[in-house]
């Protein structure tokens, strides 16, 4: 046996994609654009999820769960209010979405997230 977050709490949605600019595609951390829209999630912000799958204009997101994202190399484990930082990264701060941050794998530059 080993540890696993996979399926915790996990919510996936269906939204539209923005397609103004580039489009998000499967693996990218997305952002809201417009009413049941989402868009890749600009530096300096914070996503509402991971594209997990794209058909045509629209995008099976995760909201909640576990994730592996990339992150800063000074994240620490912990409970955080979690967003990117300028270099598109996860990072914790004073603002962001809360989270519980299970496991930073710093060479890697990898993190495991439980959004709730």
């Known amino acids: ?5 996979e ?13 103004t600019g580039t489009a998000a595609k499967e693996g990218d951390l997305v952002s809201l654009a417009a009413n049941n829209t ?6 300096s912000t914070t996503p509402v999820g991971l594209v997990l799958g794209v058909k045509g204009d629209l995008a099976a ?10 992150c800063a ?4 484990v912990g409970c955080a209010l979690l ?18 941050v299970t496991d930073v794998d710093t060479a890697a ?3 495991g997230v439980i959004f709730c």
């Open 1 to 5: 046996m080993s540890i696993s977050y």
């Open 7 to 19: 399926g915790v709490a996990e919510q996936v949605v269906t939204m539209k994609l923005d397609t």
């Open 38 to 43: 989402v868009k890749v999630c600009p530096v």
């Open 61 to 70: 997101v995760q909201v909640a769960g576990y994730m592996r994202l990339p």
């Open 73 to 76: 190399s000074d994240l620490a």
């Open 83 to 100: 967003a990117l930082d300028s270099s598109g990264k996860l990072d914790a701060g004073t603002t962001g979405r809360p989270g519980i």
């Open 109 to 111: 530059g990898i993190c």
